[in-house]
């Protein structure tokens, strides 16, 4: 049979067990079993004893003897009557030394280890002089066991508090509550000790296991209640905000994919990372509206991954509750919400002006957070803050984060000012807004699947939408206002900026200011007349002579004279009327009558003709307050307002002044003109510069802005662009009223550049890290891939993209074509072949769409390119085509497209380009057939002319050479459809007479239903239509003729033009075709004779 187990045995092993279970930390289980005897722990005291005198902060060690001495009396009576394992006399000497080493760091906490065992020492009995006793009592063995699990958990109370990392941040506020919990052990030890010295039975070790367990219980739990109640009351007083709802809200909006390119970035990644200590604090700055809330919330995902994160999402909305002791008050209580010990330091903590005192909540923050170990802190929203707080608020951040070595602090703002002065020295930024492309290219992906899910739209319009979305998100980046004045600290608190526009803090502040009862008070009048003169004077200056030299204009733009230019022309007439409205019926002054009799000598137009041309043109009505007093000032400040007006709403430009200069009374165009052309040749227009430009020089005297747009009555032809293509992307498609959907953006009035391809309004994109060798390394996602590859088009950066296309299969086809479209816009010829040549892309753009987009833009190297491509494909292969084929039907349309682009431009360059291509391919036709007669006469063609006697004088010479030969009865059908078209159009007499000259028929027409020319001319009523009616009935016209409209016989005479011919010619149509009629009459027979 087997021995039967000792049960004092067993209960010696059961300690140890619960013990080691309850330590749970094998590594310092280890490290006490090193220790098994009283010498170590000797050699231990000693040591610190010399160590501590060498630096003279001797400590009272003798009075741990005691408490050691029993504990040797004590291992040789276990050892006497149990078998004593050495794990067991391990345990006795192991910890103490320990403790003994820990506690030495802290002159504190070694008194206080040494204390401890001087009390347990003192409740401790002579176990050596008991000895005899435990042969006599066999339940008083019991009460060694007893001894040794109080010894034990002495032991693990302090060896759990000081083996914290981080305990001696804690010692103050943590220890006396540990402290507290070693006396109920020592209550314990104590009544042990009194057990020992009466008859002891085996029922009072039972109660006495009992009393043990529940004290100790009792003591947590009591403990634990008390501090909860006291945290709750200080959090109840303070009511802190949580920001939980705000991240929740967050990722309810948030779409898979944003913020992809946050996760991937170095610096962050740095910031993550514990181990670098080059990047403890982070700054995500941007512009509003650039998803800097959002990538807070990425960000805070991301930390809350790895270690305790605490956050804060401030709003403008709640700015006026929101001070720097709220957010540090709630980062307080985030942190302490569920850690036992922090609420311990907070309870413990002096918390009288916790409520009231931002030193103090800063000082309590960095005690927790010194305690607290690693700890991401993230406060977004910093800009949205009153300006007094925020600086207060992240001076302490700033303070925090050299103190609190394991915290990592990231900020989310605005480049404010104020805001940039603290962070820029001490925190590296990430700039949102030039990196958030590939998020905003995963929102739209997300929104188009959801809306072609909702909407059932065909193949070809999805297409259609997905071709227009494709560009968007590399354009999506909103405007920076660049200012080097802070213009709130030059005024004073009278101003402020709202939505980036300046304006005064209240409404009263202009009146106060104005009101003459207030000494030295602003008289508007005279402030308005002042400005006025100055702006008049200005344009009188030597460098606004028209004629002034090319070397001196140049000298005068690097030395900054032009700054005043275009604030100048736009506004002084507008300030002259302002000040006449305000003088009321008081004569204005002499000094403004001397100012524009300057003005009128010196930058008015000699012998200025062209005031009859805008008489339909209003003008302002205050200046007629100087026409009794000096009419001659009047008239020419009336032409200059009428002119003003007409710029304002046609399309006067000046890189065309030849068509409008005559209409302007001043020659102050002629500079802008100059300045216009100046200024695009002296700025860079790629994104890499020239060596040696001005374009540094240009920006600090005109500032960010110098490509203006060249139409005058357009609000940027006085702002301006960053960059070249931004500017020749809005001249694209001027006046097109595709607006911006926010309503603070600036283009929520002047528009977007087109349906398909918005205003590239925003700055250009300057990608960190897209260079041509970090593409090839590149290896994006869908989202980061689509925008990246419109940025590399725009700067024409084609080795970049010629290294991308593998991915560009990813792309849809839609994407594909945009690109393309883009190159032949923007790009370079390379730059277009190697995406239509690469084997990422299965899709081509058609050839005229490419041909147009670069027309569109004067992009004549890639018109080159493409007429030369199209020339080498169909060289001598036209003539084989069959009419009906897809080929020839493509060939004949997207040839009349160029040619319709090319005359629609203006451009005499681009037309010189098309027009032997055109010629070229004509004759390969056969010159006056129908082939080459339909490709000159389409419908678009003659459309594109519209009316101006440049373009008309373009397609007239095209004409001479395609319509000079003998032409087919088919070809004269041809010619008479062109003669309806430009009756129907342009009410042309040149083209008309020009048609009439190679065999069109004055009456010719499709058919009996359709209209014949003059027919149609009759249907509009205008000036060119009147005046080509009468050119048309002088050549013959049937005045007679008609249609059957709707089982209605309609003749001409009843069209409204015909009705309201004598609006235009002075005579009514019956008149009109009498005249006419007498006049062919006397011409025949004249020609009889």
């Known amino acids: 049979m087997a021995a039967a187990l000792d049960p004092i045995q067993t209960a010696f092993a059961s300690a140890v067990v619960n013990f080691r279970l309850k330590l749970n930390d094998e590594k310092l289980y280890n490290k006490i079993l090193e220790t098994r005897s009283l010498d170590s722990v000797y050699a231990t005291t000693d040591a610190l004893q010399a160590e501590q005198g060498k630096e003279g902060r001797l400590r009272h060690l003798s009075k741990a003897q005691p408490y050691l001495e029993r504990l040797r009396s004590y291992t040789s009576v276990i050892d006497t009557f149990v078998q004593v394992q050495p794990d067991i006399l391990a345990l006795i000497w192991g910890p103490i030394k320990l403790l003994l080493q820990w506690a030495s760091t802290l002159s504190q906490s070694l008194d206080a280890i040494i204390d401890m065992t001087a009390e347990i020492g003192e409740l401790l009995p002579e176990f050596k002089e008991m000895a005899i006793m435990f042969h006599q009592n066999q339940p008083l063995k019991h009460v060694l066991v007893l001894f040794f699990q109080d010894i034990l958990d002495i032991y693990l109370i302090a060896l759990k508090f000081f083996s914290m990392s981080r305990w001696r941040y804690f010692f103050e506020s943590v220890w006396p509550k540990q402290r507290d919990k070693i006396k109920v052990v020592a209550d314990h ?174 000082g309590l923050l960095q005690t927790i957070l010194s305690c607290a170990g690693r700890i991401y802190l993230i406060v977004d929203g910093l800009d949205e803050m009153e300006e007094i707080e925020r600086r207060r608020l992240l001076s302490q951040i700033a303070d925090i984060s050299k103190a609190c070595q394991e915290t990592r602090i990231l900020i989310s703002s605005r480049a404010e000012d104020d805001i940039a002065r603290i962070l820029n020295p001490v925190s590296p930024a990430i700039r949102v807004d030039g990196r958030n492309a590939g998020s905003i290219q995963a929102y739209i992906n997300n929104w188009a699947r959801e809306w072609f899910l909702v909407c059932d739209f065909l193949p070809r319009d999805k297409a259609e939408i997905l071709g227009l979305l494709a560009p968007l998100s590399s354009k999506t980046k909103a405007c920076r206002v660049s200012s080097s004045l802070n213009l709130v600290r030059l005024c004073g608190p009278i101003v402020e900026i709202v939505d980036n526009y300046v304006q005064f803090v209240h409404f009263t502040v202009q009146e106060y200011i104005n009101s003459p009862n207030i000494e030295g008070f602003i008289d508007i009048a005279e402030a308005t007349l002042s400005l006025s003169t100055c702006c008049i004077y200005y344009l009188c200056q030597s460098h606004h002579c028209p004629w002034i030299e090319d070397e001196e204009l140049q000298e005068c733009i690097m030395a900054g004279d032009y700054r005043l230019h275009y604030y100048a022309v736009s506004t002084w007439l507008e300030l002259v009327d ?168 600036q283009y929520a009035e002047i528009g977007f550049l087109s349906k398909r391809m918005r205003d590239e309004h925003l700055e250009f994109h300057e990608a960190e890290g897209r260079s041509t060798t970090n593409a090839a390394r590149f290896n994006p996602n869908i989202e980061e891939l689509q925008p990246l590859l419109f940025d590399l088009v725009r700067s024409d950066d084609f080795e970049a993209v010629r290294k991308l296309l593998p991915l560009c299969l990813k792309l849809n086809t839609n994407v594909q074509e945009e690109l393309q479209i883009l190159a032949s816009y923007s790009g370079s010829a390379a730059m277009l072949e190697t995406l239509l040549g690469g084997e990422g892309f299965l899709c081509r753009v058609s050839w005229a769409d490419l041909t147009s987009a670069s027309i569109e833009t004067r992009n004549m190297e890639v018109l080159k390119w493409l007429i030369a491509q199209e020339a080498a494909r169909y060289d001598g292969d036209s003539k084989r085509l069959r009419p009906t084929s897809r080929r020839y039907l493509h060939l004949f349309e997207h040839n009349a497209k160029l040619l319709s682009d090319a005359i629609a431009s203006g451009s005499t360059e681009v037309l010189e380009e098309v027009e032997p291509y055109i010629i070229q391919f004509c004759k390969a036709q056969g010159v006056g057939t129908v082939r080459a007669v339909s490709t000159v006469l389409r419908y678009n063609v003659i459309k594109a002319t519209a009316r101006c006697s440049n373009r008309e004088e373009l397609l007239l010479k095209l004409w001479r050479t395609v319509l000079s030969g003998d032409v087919s009865s088919y070809t004269i059908i041809y010619l008479g459809d062109a003669l309806c078209c430009v009756a129907q159009t342009t009410f042309s007499v040149h083209l008309a007479e020009a048609l009439l000259h190679y065999g069109a028929k004055v009456n010719g027409r499709r058919s009996g239903a359709a209209r014949t020319p003059l027919h149609r001319a009759a249907q509009q009523s205008s000036a060119e239509a009147a005046e080509l009616i009468k050119f048309l009935l002088y050549q013959g016209a049937d005045a007679d003729t008609k249609i059957n409209h709707r089982g209605q016989i309609r003749f001409a005479k009843d069209e409204k033009g015909a009705i309201e011919l004598s609006k235009w010619l002075g005579m009514s149509w019956d008149e009109l075709v009498q005249k006419a009629t007498l006049a062919r009459a006397s011409s025949a027979a004249i020609t009889s004779m």
């Not at 991240?247 to 181990?275: A, P, S």
């Not at 700015?319 to 036992?340: C, P, R, Y």
């Not at 205050?622 to 307002?641: C, M, T, Y």
């Not at 302007?664 to 200024?679: A, G």
């Open 189 to 362: 030890v104590e009544r042990h000790t009194a057990l020992m010295r009466t008859e002891v039975r085996l029922e009072n070790i039972r109660l006495e296991y009992d009393i043990r367990q529940r004290t100790l219980e009792h003591f947590e739990k009591t403990h634990r209640s008390n501090r909860q109640q006291d945290y709750n009351v200080i959090k109840t007083d303070i009511l802190p905000k949580f920001y939980d709802d705000k991240l929740n809200w967050i990722h309810g909006r948030v779409c898979e994919g944003t913020g992809y390119w946050l996760l991937q970035d170095d610096m962050f990644n740095k910031w993550l990372d514990f181990t670098n200590t080059s990047t403890k604090m982070l700054w995500l700055q941007g512009i509003p509206g650039a998803g800097k809330t959002f990538l807070a919330g990425i960000a805070i995902d991301k930390a809350m991954t790895l270690h305790r994160t605490v956050f804060a999402f401030l709003s403008h909305a709640y700015a006026g509750n929101t001070t720097a002791l709220s957010v540090l008050h709630s980062l307080i209580f985030q942190l302490t919400a569920k850690d036992d010990d922090l609420q311990e330091v907070l309870c413990q903590s002096s918390c009288g002006n916790l409520k009231n005192n931002l030193g103090v909540a800063a």
């Open 578 to 745: 302002r000040y006449l409205g305000l003088k009321g019926s008081n004569s204005p002054s002499e000094d403004l009558i001397c100012a524009l009799d300057k003005l009128h000598a010196e930058r008015g137009k000699w012998g200025f003709e062209g005031g009859t041309e805008l008489e339909g043109q209003q003008f302002p009505k205050n200046l007629q307050k100087l026409e009794s007093r000096r009419p001659d000032l009047f008239r020419f400040l009336r032409d200059v307002g009428r002119f003003k007006q007409r710029s304002s709403t046609s399309r006067y430009r000046l890189d065309e002044v030849s068509r409008w200069t005559a209409h302007d009374p001043l020659i102050t165009s002629d500079i802008s003109k100059l300045l216009y052309e100046k200024f695009d040749q002296f700025v860079c227009k790629a994104e890499s510069h020239r060596e040696e430009c001005y374009c540094d020089t240009l920006q600090r005297h005109y500032g960010q802005l110098l490509f203006k747009c060249s139409f005058m009555g357009c609000p940027l032809h006085r702002r301006g662009f960053s960059t070249w293509t931004s500017r020749q992307s809005h001249i694209k498609h001027h006046g097109q009223a595709w607006k911006c959907d926010v309503g603070s953006c």
